[in-house]
């Protein structure tokens, strides 16, 4: 049995700034809280096909699991929480803007 | 230090002007990503997690202060004031924008560096032992060798699609300090007869499939060595496996087809091209050798050092850990700390780097060196300097007395920035640091060398540390895999697993139980934690590091 699909949101770096990016209903964000969950999976590999066109903005376009939240997706996998918030030894990246 | 001619000049200028251009094309869409990958890679821009990441070559790991100070200066105007340097002697910068690396590789060839090789299936950047041309036990300076070796391989037309990436190690003493076992290529000048030449030791490697180096020959003259080196990554560019990237190295070449055949492989290629190398390489040695002369050393009296020694317990104590034996009567080889307790290993900020281009200038015959185990040397200082430069090194929280101790910790940047890594690195490594400071046990511990890797491809060299610790995903969480008896010089051996690995919370409680157990197991305090691995075996040590394991154990048996 293939597993079920879980809610996704398509992900990629920035190509001028190499920055974590996150694909929204009409554009991308760098902040996952505002990423668009995608739940269906023909529609997510169709956007995910989308994306993977819009090589002059972004660089490394995958689909990563996420968990619907009140305030937004959550990443359920921790290199996704790392890379929502930058690294640990300082308070760097997206962190820093927080 | 190898002064740049005008054809090394314009050669970098070339080729930064190509990835100028590349990278204008790229930005202005002329470029797709999947054209423009091998490219940024060629000259050392790689992708990361949270950025793009710049690695920067540090030929053989050697500096003078204006490079130092220019290293600083890109980490400022580009980057986040700081640069990471790595178990390969090359410095890193994690945040570079892509419109800014084209100024960033012009302003490096402004001090004779780049960023050429430092990633692709190429011959990656020379690395030689950090304490070359200062050692007591040194046959050879081998840097001019490693000099001779970079021009050759650099932009060498036969080698710049190898079946995989091919790293080469250079050291001129019988103490290893360079890891030439672990190398693809391992390179040991040696004499015999009076005349010098090299030991040459093939298929050594870390990552997936950890083998030590096997001795190809045991002895190749000078003027034989380039050639030698043509032929065995000839034979190996034919010969090695593309169908499979985990077994592309060498050292799969050499496992699978046996080091007798690779040895006739090599023979037969040499025969081929021997008579291509007619002499110009060894011209071209001569004068690197000329540039590597050793500094005009000067005499002076040794009283401010022994005064400082004897009432100074926090020099003294620094003076013990961090100082090596030099060559020249008077001087010592300092070993600048990157590792203070708690920061991250191998981190400078572009203020400490300033200070060490400072000292290096003032005090160090304008000389610094980059060791794999990401510190940073000052190779010549006369003693009676010492205490002056130890007082400055405090100041910049650079006096950090751990050389060689539980602290010096080696580790790859992990899960925080590598998009390779499984786990994380960095915080393991701050957090045995902090512990044992808190304790106040390290230099009762003794010589113990711990190396963290946040993946399988052993960046961080686990499989030669003391105490190796691999950083996995297992189900979606951080765990950590220990091995142990690991050693990384001349007596090169891999570490042996201990069994299941410990969870990120885990870890931490379990190298002290290993390390406080070590205390108990030892004969003496002389005895290191590798001789008493070596004497024990793994059995008494994975006692202290599974209780409930061991106590079941005695349970069954009664």
Redesign the interface.
């Given at each position: 049995m293939p597993k079920p699909f879980t809610p996704k949101v398509i992900t990629a770096?920035a190509?001028?700034?190499?920055?974590?990016v996150y694909q929204t209903a009409t554009g991308w964000t760098r902040h996952l809280a505002e990423a668009e969950v995608l739940t269906d999976e023909a529609d997510a590999d169709l956007r995910l096909i989308d994306a993977l066109t819009q090589?002059?903005l972004v660089?490394?376009v995958y689909l990563a699991d996420v968990a619907p939240d009140a305030g937004g997706p959550r990443p359920?996998?921790?290199?996704e929480e790392?890379?929502a918030k930058?690294?640990?030894?300082?308070a760097?990246?997206?962190q820093e803007t927080v | 230090m190898y002064s740049y001619t005008e054809f090394d000049d314009k050669f970098l200028a070339e080729r930064n002007a190509q990835f100028r251009a590349q990278v204008e094309r790229r930005i202005d869409g002329s470029l797709t990503e999947d054209e423009f990958k091998p490219l940024r890679l060629m000259n050392g821009l790689y992708l990361q997690l949270h950025a793009y990441m710049l690695r920067v070559a540090i030929p053989y790991g050697t500096l003078n202060s204006a490079q130092m100070d220019q290293l600083a200066y890109i980490a400022e105007r580009w980057d986040k004031g700081y640069g990471h340097f790595t178990t390969r002697q090359n410095i890193q910068y994690n945040w570079p924008e892509l419109r800014d690396v084209p100024d960033m590789l012009d302003a490096l060839a402004e001090v004779k560096l780049h960023a050429i090789q430092t990633s692709g299936n190429t011959i990656r950047n020379v690395t030689a032992d950090h304490f070359a041309g200062a050692a007591a036990d040194e046959v050879a300076d081998p840097r001019p060798v490693a000099e001779l070796i970079r021009q050759w391989s650099t932009d060498h037309p036969e080698f710049q699609f190898l079946p995989r990436k091919f790293k080469v190690a250079v050291t001129g003493a019988a103490a290893d300090r360079a890891v030439i076992k672990a190398h693809d290529i391992g390179l040991r000048i040696v004499e015999r007869d009076g005349q010098q030449g090299s030991e040459v030791i093939v298929g050594g490697g870390l990552g997936r499939t950890p083998m030590i180096g096997k001795v190809l020959y045991d002895f190749v003259s000078a003027e034989d060595l380039l050639p030698t080196l043509e032929a065995i990554v000839s034979v190996y560019n034919v010969l090695g496996r593309r169908d499979n990237k985990y077994k592309a190295r060498i050292k799969i070449t050499v496992h699978e087809n046996g080091i007798e055949d690779i040895r006739a492989r090599v023979d037969a290629q040499y025969a081929l091209i021997r008579s291509q190398f007619t002499g110009v390489d060894q011209q071209m040695l001569s004068r690197i050798e000329a540039d590597f002369a050793a500094p005009e050393f000067k005499t002076a009296s040794l009283a401010a050092y022994e005064s400082a020694y004897t009432n100074d317990p926090v020099f003294r104590a620094w003076a013990d850990t961090n100082l090596a034996q030099h060559r020249a009567p008077g001087y010592a080889i300092v070993s600048i700390s990157l590792k203070a307790h708690g920061a991250t290993p191998g981190d400078a900020t572009a203020d400490q780097m300033r200070v060490m281009a400072d000292l290096a200038r003032r005090f160090g015959h304008d000389e610094l060196r980059i060791s794999h185990e990401q510190n940073v040397i000052l190779p010549h200082v006369h003693r009676s300097d010492l205490p002056e430069l130890h007082a400055a090194l405090k100041e910049a929280k650079l006096a950090t007395a751990n050389i060689g101790l539980i602290s010096d910790i080696i580790a790859c940047p992990g899960m925080d920035y590598c998009a390779l890594a499984t786990a994380r690195s960095i915080p393991i490594a701050q957090e045995i640091a902090t512990r044992f400071d808190e304790l106040k046990l390290e230099h009762d511990v003794g010589p113990l060398k711990i190396k963290i890797s946040g993946c399988i491809n052993a960046c961080g060299h686990h499989h030669v540390g003391h105490i190796g610790i691999l950083g996995l995903d297992r189900a979606g969480v951080e765990n950590y895999q220990i091995t142990l008896g690991g050693d990384g010089t001349e007596d090169a051996t891999l570490g042996t697993r201990t069994g299941p690995g410990f969870s990120a919370d885990a870890i931490v409680p379990a190298i002290e139980r290993l390390v406080l157990g070590y205390l108990n197991l030892r004969n003496d305090p002389s005895e290191t934690f590798l001789q008493t691995y070596r004497r024990l075996g793994p059995a008494p040590f994975k006692a202290v590091l599974y209780p409930e394991a061991a106590e079941k154990d005695r349970a069954d048996a009664a």
């Open positions: 770096n190509l001028l700034e190499g920055d974590v090589q002059d660089v490394g359920t996998h921790f290199r790392f890379r930058g690294p640990s030894n300082y760097h990246g997206k | -």
